[in-house]
Structures are given as structure tokens and as C-alpha cells.
């Protein structure tokens, strides 16, 4: 019969082994590798001309588009090169962008996913284009900030502290706030949270010949680490990229001026408050 009892040196290493295995698991997963906990933006090619290194944080992802030269349908590629939405052969040796393109150019920094133009750009309703009865990008703004924040966490800010699934609407309804209501402004800001940011479509009705209602606008709001809600946009009137503080009330002010409503034309924005992959402190 064999002898089934555990010797000695054997019973006194099952007697250890509760004691001794935390702390071998401990070893062995510090030589793994771990997931990285830093800003995700390192991966994204960095265009030529930019006034700070965009990779090294949110903050410095918003702050190193600011001064960029506007330039009509301007974008970056995933190649980090200067080209257009509308002709991504083209190549620009100096730096240029128009709203739709830095937006685009921060938020890829931001979610650190390099999104391509043919994504940011995609018809996500199959309503828009040449011959569509609403206008060839009547909703473009609505497409580019759903595009870009698809696969993310993200929600629809609306009036009196609602939200939305931004997935169960489209490009006519909703709409979100009236810019120029007197407490639009205010409780936006008192929303927005750091460790999100938001992108914005700008939409108003008449704008433009031949079209109803058209999203002709997007910017982006970034929450900083010491208290301002910088707000980004680039527009041919301003000649550059710009950014207001809208937790200041110079930078609600000039923000109010810049999206005064037209005529009898009213002014709107719809509001995606998206998650940052890693929530800045």
C-alpha cells in the first residue's frame, strides 16, 4: 500500500504556501506589463505648425490648436498632413482649418482614436448630399460630433437639466439650447465636469439659400484644471482659432455676440458631453 501521508519538508510547504502565494502573485504581476493610465492622445501623428505639444495632456491638446490660420473645408488627415474634407488628396505645407477640421483635430487627441476623415465625415441618416432635398450638408455639423464620439460614452445635454440618448434623434429634433436665452449659458456651464468634454453643432433655420434648417457651425468645450470651460472655434470672420472662457462673462459675452440671432432667425447648439478615456485630475 503506498504511504498517502504528506512528509515533512512537503507538510510544512502546504503549511506556507496561504502565507507565501499573495506575495509571489505580487512579483510576478509587477513583470507584467500593465495597461497604460496615461493620456491616450501619444498615438496620433502631430501636425507641423502646432504652438505646443498636443500629446502631453487635455489641456495641452486644446491649447495647441489655438492660432491655427482658418482655411475653407481645411482638415488634417491621419497622417497628420493639412488637406480638405471635400479633396484629402491635396497637401498644404502651412497649417490650416476650418471648424469641422479642429474639432476634429483636437478630439482625436482628446479620445487618443485616430479618427479618419471618411468616419468623421460619414452620412450617418443617408440624408444629405448632392440632390438631397434638405441641402447637400444641411446636418454635416450633427454628423461630425455624433462621428466622432461614436463608440464612447457620451450624452445629450439638454434644457432644464434634461438629458437624451443622442443615438434617438437627428439632425432636425433635438436641437438643444437657445444660445441667446438669458439662462442658456449659465446652466451649461454649471453642467460641464472635468474629465468630459463636449462637442457642440451650432444650427439655425434660413441661413443659407436653398436650405430650412442647417448645422453651418461646431465648436468644443474643454473643462481645464484650474477652472475655466474653454470653448474652441475657427471661423473665416476670425481668421484663426480662437477660444473663450465660458465660465468668465467677458468669454459669455463675446461668445453671445459671435452667435447673436439673425432677423427673426434663432440661434441653437446641441450639446455632447463625451467621456475622456482617462479622467483628468
Known amino acids: 500500500m503506498t504511504d498517502k501521508r504528506l512528509h515533512a519538508p512537503a507538510r510544512a510547504f502546504a503549511l506556507f504556501l496561504p502565507v507565501l502565494l499573495p506575495a509571489v502573485l505580487w512579483v510576478l504581476c509587477g513583470l507584467c506589463p500593465r495597461p497604460s493610465a496615461a493620456f ?37 488627415d ?12 491635396l497637401r ?16 482625436r487627441f482628446l479620445l487618443g482614436r485616430n479618427i ?15 440632390g438631397a432635398p434638405a441641402g447637400a450638408d444641411w446636418d454635416f455639423g450633427w454628423d ?10 457620451r450624452t445629450l445635454l439638454l434644457p432644464g437639466f434634461r438629458i437624451a440618448d443622442p443615438q434617438a434623434g437627428s439632425g432636425n ?30 444650427s439655425v433655420e434660413g441661413h443659407r439659400r436653398g436650405y430650412g434648417l442647417q448645422h453651418y457651425h461646431v465648436g468644443l468645450i474643454l473643462p481645464s484644471a484650474t477652472g475655466e470651460a474653454w470653448f474652441y472655434q475657427t471661423s473665416g470672420k ?3 482659432s480662437v477660444r473663450w472662457d465660458l465660465n468668465s462673462e467677458d468669454g459669455r459675452a463675446t461668445f453671445r455676440r459671435a452667435f447673436a440671432d439673425t432677423g427673426n432667425r434663432r440661434k441653437m447648439m446641441l450639446v455632447l458631453e463625451v467621456d475622456l478615456p482617462h479622467k483628468a485630475s
Open 40 to 76: 491616450t492622445g501619444t498615438d496620433i501623428p502631430v501636425p507641423p505648425g502646432l504652438a505646443a505639444d498636443p500629446a502631453a495632456g487635455p489641456d495641452a491638446a486644446g491649447a495647441a490648436f489655438v492660432g491655427i490660420p482658418y482655411r475653407q473645408d481645411g482638415t488634417i
Open 78 to 89: 491621419e497622417q497628420g498632413r493639412f488637406t480638405l474634407f471635400a479633396r484629402p488628396e
Open 92 to 107: 498644404f505645407a502651412g497649417p490650416g482649418l476650418n471648424c469641422s477640421g479642429l474639432v476634429l483635430g483636437i478630439s
Open 116 to 130: 479618419s476623415l471618411k468616419d468623421a465625415a460619414r452620412d450617418r441618416l443617408g440624408d444629405s448630399g448632392p
Open 144 to 153: 461630425l460630433i455624433l462621428n466622432i464620439s461614436q463608440g464612447t460614452p
Open 173 to 202: 429634433a433635438p436641437r438643444g439650447f437657445i444660445i441667446n436665452e438669458t439662462g442658456s449659458l449659465p446652466e451649461l456651464c454649471g453642467r460641464m465636469r472635468r474629465g468630459f468634454f463636449y462637442l457642440v453643432s451650432f
Open 238 to 240: 476670425r481668421g484663426r
